[in-house]
């Protein structure tokens, strides 16, 4: 009964979501205010139903209630609590519940909360979050129902990818979903104003906080799937340009475009049509990234798992959606009135530099992932990785992010070159120190990383000048959160360079007894046992790893055989000090009593996680401080 | 900037600085991209050494040698038609085995022989290529 | 001039659908089809796979009728899918035999226990060579063997409830 019942509620979101579409474009269209004051309701009482249908899915997960198709297909009785939870949203069906949830109530928080927008633009917004809700809800009820039924029940589920088993899965597709929402409430609140042309602060005011959420998820779900695969797949890297990741990097870049021009809009009244423009292209971002993943038609050699059905069916939705909002916006956008003007050199000025080199870089991100479909196309086959996205998007990602070190040290509307050249003086002198320091003291390294760390003391500094010669206890929580954040991409910056100039390395096949060094770690191994988890058995490795003759630590590296279904995977062993990271790697056994070991010395690439944490800290600082002072304001002019 | 124009100088630049990043993208593709080839097309048309390609194909069976150091091992990457012999230094994943699907990553040397740098497998969670599917219950003996 | 860079977004984004829609509709075949199809089956006997039902070779299959050879393994999802599709394909008549690929017996007897038998025969495959031979690549491929023997057609991944008529054709075609 269960799984009926959340059939049933999701078929209900799905009809409220209708009713809230046609009330919309009743109020808007002919008028019909006595269904435009109903929208709301129906809002909030669509994102409850959502709520209560993917409820009712995890449910059925935990009770690993066979006699749904998709519980025996992607579960097992044997599977650990976590990652049944997990497993709900760790397959096709399931994670299109999440997403239309998350999206029903992102739309029915817009209902709660939204007070200041014109009445009309907040309808016309809800009706544009209905109609990408019914998109998705067509989807999930028509060609991908979770719910369904599997006659006669099998005797045992078929597990869930062993490579998902890990709490990296728990909770890496619902933040990016989180984002995505985000994303989608700002398309909305952009399609709304187009329809009503009400663009102009109130309006930025209210997607700011939205545009500010989805960037702190997206920005913690691309730290976390970084070091995911990081510790999962064994191979030491932090970021491999896989389209999997390159589909989570394009819509935080247009996010992150969005979030500072969406300020540019908010405080200044200007770029009103690129504001509107930017929030079009990250929300499309995330549904290309969707649907490049998902239709797979850039994953595979000849995969029988994704269904070109489903490509189709979000392709469709693209077209709707975005070539919908982009010819609203075509023919729309010359009757809103422009924006305020500014100068060249002024803090509008670098943030529409910074706009731009980060549209640069997403068309580049962007043409690279598309780049194998086009050859594709033309009837060869090539694959796009590492040294294509970082010669052609490293450079530019440091002149953005030199911008971005100079954009809070200028004036908003007009400034001066000479006032900028005294501000950035010391931030100058910390960059040359480090230049120095590199190229006199430390043995030469490559031309990309030298940048990077040059860079990234230059603008650690120069992160920290906005707070200069001010009050901090009254300065605004918001620029505490843009120091944090900038501070925080001057430490990841830091972190990846010194991960890509330093990174020590050691394969050997070691027998027992034998010890290596690697960076300034001494590394013992003591042989390989046979041990059994949960599910799955392994061979551990038995690692002593000490320091400068140092108590020695005990290191365990798996190579771990799943039971359900039969898999192998590679489970890393870490050891974190202040200065880096020894990553210890069990290969396979020659047979001799030799076995093979792959050990790294990473000098402070622990950085590069802790510079995105603090990026997100920092969007939260912000968002709370925007909030805080919204209601403020709001309470002042309610007495006034 | 002239008043008036404001936003239109700003849409020329925008379309300016896309047309650029495509050029900028079209450069870099064409310098850095790797050419997928199988073997059967390696025979008909040589990869010139150090040209970084990706090969895909079988590792043939029973042709997995490794070599005395432990970490490097010799393999042939077939496809019915043709064989490349392949060199490998570093821990093969977990998916490696003979008689399956592999890509590698990597260029021939002068010699002829494939250096790979890289053995591959995705993190996609739909992603399990068929060739690989056999190998997860290698081992077992029926 | 105003006018068209208005416009440019949307080109560009109707260029980008084009592309996805030809990567689409042009299904990106790295599926390499078998050299095998209009050749005779390979030499090959495998023993039965689980109890109670006969192993196959070559001869099996050149019976004078056309029939199917399903390379399937009980560990593999997709066969689950196309499961059904074989069993109506088995109550219209068709002949098929298989072949379980590094498989168990006990796990191919559930299999067939839960998901139906639709096979004449199945043969243990244990180290894919068969299947190698055949030119498959994978699980699930499904072979129409016409009554000398001779691969005609050869259908990759799972057999969908659309695919099914293309099936009967390709039998059809090998009267």
Redo the contacts between chains.
Sequence with gaps: MIAEAGLAALWLAAALCGLQLWFGVAAIRNGRDDLGAAIRPVAIIQGLLAMIAFGLLVWLFLRTDLSVELVA?NSHAAKPMLYKFAGTWGNHEGSMLLWVMILAVAGALVAIFERRLRKDTLIATLAAQAAIGIGFYAFLLFSSNPFARLS?A??EG?GLNPLLQDPGLAFHPPTLYFGYAGLSVAFSFAVGALITRDVGTVFARAMRPWVLGSWIFLTLGITAGSYWAYYELGWGGWWFWDPVENASLMPWLAATALLHSVTVLATRDSLRAWTI?LA??AF?MSM?GT?LVR?G??T???A??VD?QR??FI?GL??LY??GA??L??LR??TVREGKQFQLISREGALVANNLLLIVILCIVLLGT?YP??T??LGY?VSVGPPYFNTVAGPLALILITIMALGPLMRWRRDKWRNLVSRISLPVLAAALALAALVFIVSPIGILPMLGLVLASGVAIASFAPLWKRNLRRTPMFTFGMVFAHFGIAVALAGMAFESAFTEEVLVASLPGETHAVGPYEVTFNGAEPIAGPNWTAIEGRLTASRGGGTPVVLQPQARMFSS??TETSEAAILTSWNGQLYTVLGNSDGDGRWQLRLWFKPFVTLIWLGGMLIALGGLLAMVGRVRRERRTMERELYA | MKAKHQR?TL??IA?VA?IGAGFLALIGLRDNAAL?RTPTEIAAEPVPPGQSIRL?G?VA?GSIVQQADGVTIDFIVE???AQVPVRFSGITPDLFQE???VVAEGAFDARGTFIATNILAKHDENYM???M??M???G??? | ??HW??????A???G??A??????I???????ES?MIGQPVPEFALAP?LPGKPGLTNADLATGQPRLLNVF?S????C?AEAPQLMQLRRAGVQIDAIA?????ADIA?FLA?HGDPYRSVG?D????V??SL?S????ETFVVDGDGVIRHQH???IRPEDVPAILAALEDAQ
């Design positions: 297909r006669p099998p005797a078929q423009m079009v292209i499309s290309v649907f239709s038609i850039l595979s050699v000849h029988f798992a070109p490509g189709t392709l693209l077209i975005i070539g982009l010819a916006f075509a956008i010359g598309l479909l086009v594709e196309a086959s279904p039969e | 239109l849409a020329i379309v896309v997928f895909g079988m069976d496809d019915g038609e008689n399956s699907g290529p068929p060739p599917e056999g997860e219950t290698a077992n003996d029926g | 001039m105003k860079i208005i416009w440019t977004p949307l560009l984004f109707i980008f659908l592309l996805a829609a030809s990567g689409l042009v299904p990106r075949d790295t599926t390499i050299q796979a393994a560990w593999c999802v997709p689950i690929i590094r498989d168990r017996p559930q839960r243990a244990n180290d894919s060579r299947q190698l030119g690549s994978g699980v699930p990759i991944g799972d």
